[in-house]
């Protein structure tokens, strides 16, 4: 991170500053993509708890918590560069840039109503570590409530883009909505708010949010969640595939 203060030059300085911003955000995905590294601490943990070494379980449980929140940071820096980027114009004084991004990811962090703990994806570790041993049990404290979601639920609302017709695991460029969370394929949502002369209403069916260009990115979850999405239809597949060949087994010693 630069963290010394420069003074900004009077012609093109804005723009230059945009496009550092921009190339620093991309270099600090590597911190955000932490996040993958979920899906392998999840399966781990799954075994472990089938065999019962509940210490070791909880061990995985606690460097869950400490990577999303590691990623929530990253992701809160990213955005920082990202607005700063945008915003920022040259001038004769001498500007602070650490102290700068510094002010804007407290803001954002002011901002945010993140806990660890409360996270989708905490959420389903915990429920592969609950099922292992206890499937089709409600988890404590759950017992009470209409709908228990599963490991299979997600923070993705829909299964398809409302403008292409793809399913949302098959986009190319998908891009998500932060007001709404509903997602796009990015050039099909780029020329659909084209084409609005006016406010511009998301495309989904019953949605009342407006969509505003800014607020419609690939945020540092989308393509996480959606190869996770991804990866569950593929084993659902290959279970229904074992399945197939088991019957045709059965009926051919019948």
Same mark, same amino acid.
């Given at each position: 991170?630069?963290?010394?203060?420069?003074?900004?030059?009077?012609?093109?300085?804005?723009?230059?500053?945009?496009?550092?911003?921009?190339?620093?955000?991309?270099?600090?995905?590597?911190?955000?993509?932490?996040?993958?590294?979920?899906?392998?601490?999840?399966?781990?943990?799954?075994?472990?708890?089938?065999?019962?070494?509940?210490?070791?379980?909880?061990?995985?449980?606690?460097?869950?918590?400490?990577?999303?929140?590691?990623?929530?940071?990253?992701?809160?820096?990213?955005?920082?560069?990202?607005?700063?980027?945008?915003?920022?114009?040259?001038?004769?004084?001498?500007?602070?840039?650490?102290? &700068?991004?510094?002010? =804007?990811?407290?803001?954002?962090?002011?901002? #945010?109503?993140?806990?660890?703990? *409360? !996270?989708?994806?905490?959420?389903?570790?915990?429920?592969?570590?609950?099922?292992?041993?206890?499937?089709?049990?409600?988890?404590?404290?759950?017992?009470?409530?209409?709908?228990?979601?599963?490991?299979?639920?997600?923070?993705?609302?829909?299964?398809?883009?409302?403008?292409?017709?793809?399913?949302?695991?098959?986009?190319?460029?998908?891009?998500?909505?932060?007001?709404?969370?509903?997602?796009?394929?990015?050039?099909?949502?780029?020329?659909?708010?084209?084409?609005?002369?006016?406010?511009?209403?998301?495309?989904?069916?019953?949605?009342?949010?407006?969509?505003?260009?800014?607020?419609?990115?690939?945020?540092? &979850?989308?393509?996480? =969640?959606?190869?996770?999405?991804?990866?569950? #239809?593929?084993?659902?597949?290959? *279970? !229904?595939?074992?399945?197939?060949?088991?019957?045709?087994?059965?009926?051919?010693?019948?």
């Amino acid at each position: 991170m630069a963290s010394a203060s420069t003074t900004a030059p009077p012609d093109g300085g804005g723009g230059r500053m945009s496009v550092a911003a921009s190339n620093l955000g991309r270099e600090n995905q590597t911190l955000i993509d932490l996040r993958k590294a979920l899906g392998t601490i999840k399966m781990m943990a799954e075994d472990l708890e089938r065999d019962n070494r509940f210490e070791m379980v909880k061990e995985l449980e606690d460097a869950t918590l400490e990577l999303l929140a590691a990623s929530d940071d990253a992701a809160h820096f990213s955005s920082a560069l990202q607005s700063i980027g945008m915003n920022y114009r040259s001038g004769n004084e001498a500007t602070d840039f650490k102290k &700068l991004i510094e002010k =804007e990811v407290i803001k954002l962090k002011e901002q #945010s109503s993140f806990v660890p703990q *409360s !996270h989708p994806l905490f959420r389903q570790f915990k429920e592969v570590i609950w099922n292992v041993h206890h499937a089709g049990e409600p988890m404590p404290g759950e017992e009470q409530e209409e709908v228990i979601m599963t490991t299979s639920q997600s923070n993705i609302l829909n299964i398809t883009c409302p403008l292409s017709g793809k399913p949302v695991i098959e986009l190319e460029n998908p891009v998500r909505s932060m007001d709404c969370k509903h997602i796009y394929e990015e050039q099909a949502i780029k020329h659909y708010m084209r084409t609005r002369r006016t406010r511009c209403q998301c495309p989904v069916a019953g949605c009342p949010k407006i969509l505003e260009g800014e607020r419609v990115t690939c945020d540092p &979850l989308l393509r996480i =969640e959606l190869d996770e999405m991804r990866a569950r #239809s593929n084993r659902t597949t290959e *279970s !229904h595939l074992v399945e197939d060949f088991t019957e045709l087994d059965d009926n051919e010693d019948d």
